[in-house]
């Protein structure tokens, strides 16, 4: 288990160290290596089932240190796939946002208290002729 999770994480960092304009790159802390241990465990799977599976090399265990070259290539490949599809998730919800950025919503939890705007006044009928 712990293996596994070390070569996940070496796997990830490596990949996402690789990948020109990787799409995780803004993250930081816990939540970057764990990205990185979780892009790394499904490259490692991918990994096996194209070599160890698919063309019959590599090593038999999935989680092996063994298969750290099969394990990268397959990471290398999940990390290239995610970055595209966050991309074009991105895209393609970028119009969407556009057609509100006029309106302004309240924050989070607020209602809008913002009172509409008074009616106009009605025309003034004229009134007598000043004295003078």
Same mark, same amino acid.
């Given at each position: 288990?712990?293996?596994?999770?070390?070569?996940?994480?070496?796997?990830?960092?490596?990949?996402?160290?690789?990948?020109?304009?990787?799409?995780?790159?803004?993250?930081?802390?816990?939540?970057?290596?764990?990205?990185?241990?979780?892009?790394?465990?499904?490259?490692?799977?991918?990994?096996?089932?194209?070599?160890?599976?698919?063309?019959?090399?590599?090593?038999?265990?999935?989680?092996?240190?063994?298969?750290?070259?099969?394990?990268?290539?397959?990471?290398?490949?999940?990390?290239?796939?995610?970055?595209?599809?966050?991309?074009?998730?991105?895209?393609?919800?970028? $119009?969407?946002? %556009?057609?509100?950025? =006029?309106?302004?919503? /309240? #924050? &989070? +939890?607020?209602?809008?208290?913002?009172?509409?705007? $008074?009616?106009? %006044?009605?025309?003034? =009928?004229?009134?007598? /002729? #000043? &004295? +003078?």
């Amino acid at each position: 288990m712990v293996g596994a999770l070390l070569l996940g994480f070496v796997c990830g960092v490596l990949a996402r160290i690789i990948v020109p304009r990787d799409a995780f790159r803004g993250m930081s802390g816990p939540v970057s290596w764990a990205v990185s241990v979780g892009l790394g465990l499904v490259g490692a799977v991918v990994g096996y089932v194209i070599f160890t599976l698919g063309l019959g090399i590599g090593d038999t265990d999935i989680f092996d240190w063994g298969g750290l070259l099969s394990a990268l290539i397959g990471t290398i490949i999940v990390v290239g796939l995610a970055g595209y599809f966050l991309r074009r998730r991105q895209a393609h919800a970028a $119009p969407s946002t %556009a057609r509100h950025a =006029a309106q302004p919503s /309240p #924050p &989070a +939890g607020q209602a809008n208290t913002q009172a509409p705007p $008074p009616p106009p %006044a009605p025309p003034q =009928a004229p009134g007598p /002729p #000043p &004295a +003078g």
